[in-house]
């Protein structure tokens, strides 16, 4: 058995642009599809429906065999519904936000059927990466599925999407930056092996975006660069095979207040927030992440939301059994010591928690 | 047979840091090789077999079954010496600059055998993609051979390599800019279809690497940023199945240089010079490339070369024929005027060709 | 995007032997694991733990994290145990029939692990197919999986399974001379397309046991042959990326006697004597199946069952409905008669069914 | 980075059937490709270019770009004519029997573009395995390249071959029944690792032929089975990633022939008798062997051609040499000696051999 260069999956099908939705069917003709499925998540179909609708009567030959709405994201709830998928369908198109997105997808790896992922809005790297976050025991749950056949995202929309969304998005974004100096930690203390690829791919995605230039966040070149930033994340998770260069202490707080907060903040602004705290932890770029997030508005906004620092506390505390075979900075006594201090004594966080 | 996402080869190992030549016996022993086949490029030998055989010393799984010097990149000698390797050799590593490593990596291709490529210099893409440019019948070619199996960048190495390599580097990732606006242009005019995730990768490649402040090109994390966007290169090339994220117009007028002068200059700085030319003449990102290059010094270096005006005029006819598939903006008449007109008229391009 | 010849999956690790759960610890630590978690189906532990255990004590490196019975074929329950693994678990193995296996394929596809497959009978070609056959809903439905990592087969298990596996591993072999015929028809009718190899290898399977000499259907070698062609039968349907060159007209038949009957048969049995049937129908290798199903005791054990030939008349009637976009023989009308018929007028038929 | 199966690469394309050669054009264009090169070997452009350029006035899509006849397999000669392939070329079809197959396939290899394999004999598996026999440097050597991607095979035109292929065919299938042996031997004295998926397949290729019934080597599912056997074996060698399961010490026989002989036979030929004898030293298998050689004809075939007893000898003391790395039964000075009093005290060497 002869000794290969590693093989990874990427999506086939990669449109980012204005107006992608008005030639969905165009772009799946082409794709060589001829029979659908189309999921909507909560609240996307009239938002969506028409555009895709419209763009159909130009393409003939796609014929959409099913059109469901997905509302409910617990693995027993999809698992009952997965096989009910008419006859000779060829792919699942999810169009939505987070969940949405993640039911269809998960529809589809049940079936062996590829998937399109039609994403809404970008408050994180859903969209583009082969896990899913769906319930499980009415536990929220990380499982794995398969990476996207193809990724369709009309930049319009996703600018139009309310501003959490983007804040989110960046928030996500930034996370690499803890993330892979939680990895590379925990490779030096032997609890782990870095794949440098994963890194170098993870690494790209957020510095490409910290150091452009914009006026708005909103802007065109500036939502562009945000996608691309998060399909690149997806990517550098496949490399690794695991969820490790996009995903380190920061990702644990996120999930820590999910379970501890009777209303989470979105994923991305949580993760956001956790990320300026664990660089403060790591004493790592700081000052980039710092001034990234300030310009950007994301502070302002979070300073809106009412997070509450104690609630940050405990889920320092609870960061570490979340994962409980990782080793990262938190999974130290003396650095979640440390963050919590931090809550207190920085000037940033005491001004957008309270 | 079932649809699948696009599965893209990269290299298995990537490990790119200061001391990594002195660890090169443990990472070949870690990624499972036992007997490997040494070919070093001119002048490298002196250079970098010591340390080599002292990181040996201390992995005694490895054994360097072969000890070569490469020279000769003509297609007819390197087929002929290719299968003289010793019984059972797993790999081949090759060290060296552009053409060392190429003779080593079609050896191994050859061979269906993986390939370890080692620069020692990072004066283009060469050391993180599958082709090969090869002597054939008196004429360079390009040639396609298969993605490394690993690379290992010694960074300590190539920081100390002479300042034209790095130029040349620097060149050779600008010209990502002027290749995927060609390319979208053939898309335009029906040519060709645009792989939209190698743009994505192409592009974050360059844009990393142009919104990264830096003060020194020497330094040490500016040196990591170029050795990883050749490397994004690489792998765009590979996603698209082609040359064309990395390749357009501007590579055509490179090639057309290495035929019509005598004494080429380095690759890199051939298409350095290209790419802010076809950026003129795409009236695409001039400004971004103009202030790259001058900030880097490369323009300064450039102007000390003595490359001649006249010579990029014959190039910019010859280009086309080059690769007369391609329907670049070189490939219109109309284009290849006004790119003739600005060697005139360009302030920079004044100061640096005589 | 260059055209790549197919890529199919098949087991990294396969070992057919007469001592091969001895060797478990052994064989596991060689391909790399060292946790793993035992999923034992019913009744099969004091079967195969005893050897497993023993096995481990010469190879320490091979730590067994969990150990589980697996008695539920439910997806409902399936998927509510399957994210309970322990931290660390690099792979799952299967030990049992049918049914333990399908639950720990399943449980290492939802969590994205390799899966070892260990029958401990060989009665269809379960243990080497990407498939499972689960309860959805209260329905049994066969949804996809991934193939086995790895096959290990005890052939001094296997050889003293009950010999009603035998018969059925048998029959599940023999179906492959009506499925590939049935696929073949579908695709002159422009249904389908056929894909040439995988009908090589489904009929490599079949013919290389009818042509085989044999004293005992339980010697060795003949054991090891049916186990092969299993196998290759797996193999078929990967690279056909559907179940057709393993499952035609005949497949249709057992699933609606699953449906039909309260107490079915093994699916091989109830696959064998419909594959019977079904070559009849089709007027296609009739002699060389009587003679094989005659020879090796497939008939006289069937007769012995009390299967009843108006079950099967109601099986032929329901059976186009379990695949409606299929276009088999029992497709039509005239051959669902014809079939009927058979029931009535073969002699062989006559003799088994009552 | 997750552990998968291991992924073979297998022919996407594969017809077998009568008239395949008059469908050379809708076949084509139904697998997508719309520009192509043929290569002719030696005397094979009036047998074949007829029916081909026929099935192409229906098909208008594809284009022929280029048609050459290809006639020098020596590596120098092919590599300097390789690259001037015309622009845009798609895939490169080789139709003719080996020597014309391997330069196509090889030049396909060094553009990296699909071959598609268009055997006029089937006289050994080279038609549908990675691997060519070239000359380097005056030297028949064994060199790799790819799968093909496409296999075609005008089962009219192969029955109407010259006898002496389908003979040296049927040879080349019984070489799996030694070769398989002395790798297993191999691995008993830990001189590698077998892969049993590749012993399986092997096993089932040459199973399936020998206990085939058929009046007439002629007869259409006979040659059939003769080129599903032999495809079977090049897909084997692809598993193993070696062509041990299909190349053992017989092979090293007639590969010495070639060597020692003024004009050696074909290579089926040679290696069908060198199976022989490796079977008599092995003592295995050697009834079937004489069994199926006596009774399809080819030892009678092979009394006339006058090979000799000496060459044989000669062959046999060289045979540990052309793969020193081996540790075949021939590897064992014993085992040359048994082998050569067999080529005199076995009865049927002693016909056939002179």
Redesign the interface.
Known sequence: ????????????L???GDQVLSHFGELLGKA?FSRIVLCFGEGIRPLCEPQIVQSLTEQTQLEILDNRDVLDNS??VI??TA?TLP??T??IVGIGGGKGLDIAKYMAF???L?FISVPTSVAHDGFASSGCSLY??GRR?S??A????GILVDLGLVRNSPIQFLYSGLGDILSKIPAVFDWRFEESRGATRV???AV??A???V??IV???YTDIREFFFIK?IV?SL??SGIAME???SSAPASGSEHLISHALDQLVERPQLHGIQVGVASYLMCLVQEHRVERVRKFLGETGFFDFVATLGMKREDFERAIDLAPSI???RRTYLHLPEMREKAKQLLHSDETLGRILS
């Open positions: 058995m002869k000794r290969q260069a590693h093989e990874v999956s990427i999506p086939a990669l449109e980012v060589g693995l027993e698992a009952s096989f006859a000779r060829e792919a049940l079936n062996g590829p499980v025991d749950t499982v794995p398969r990476m996207p056949y794949n440098d690829f170098m791919m690494k790209k995605s510095n490409s150091r452009m230039p660069e691309d399909t690149l490399i690794a095979g994962k409980p075979s």
